[in-house]
């Protein structure tokens, strides 16, 4: 039974799955978005979010810790200057997980993990979105504005017929 067992063991051994989600968390921060096993991707979800949010403190203390599990230093550089500023206002929900399907050699459900702020085609459909709701707005302004002065006009011009 696994009554209150936390996390999965992907079939490896501790230092194996430490090493594992060391390695797809700097993927991830590397590369914005990684292709994994739907298992890993979503183990790696949690181990990223608790880093991210240990880099929001942006304090010796946390370099430090992120220093620990990621050893790149560019990547870690990359966290502090680049990915904290963008998502500091959110207060969680750093990472999206995208099912893809079974691979084909071992039918394993394979998914996308990337980070939420940096998907592209999402946030581009999101401001063509924005901008065409602010198109249809600013249209159906105009047509009130024209029909208040065409309703002007109409009053205008009826007294003017009465003489």
Known sequence: MRHRVK?????????????????LATSLFKQKRIKTTLAKAKEARSFVETLITKAKKNDLH???QIMSVIHDK???????????PKIAD??????????????HGDAAELAILELVDYNDVATAKAEARKEKRQAKADAKKKSEKEQITEEAQVLEETPEEKK
Do not use: C, D, W
């Open 62 to 64: 946390a370099k430090r």
């Open 7 to 23: 996390g999965r063991k992907l079939n490896r051994t501790a230092s194996h799955r430490a090493a594992l989600m060391n390695s």
């Open 74 to 84: 560019e990547v870690v550089k990359e966290i502090f200057g680049e990915i904290v």
């Open 90 to 103: 959110r207060p969680g929900g750093y990472t999206r997980v995208i099912k893809l399907g079974q691979r």
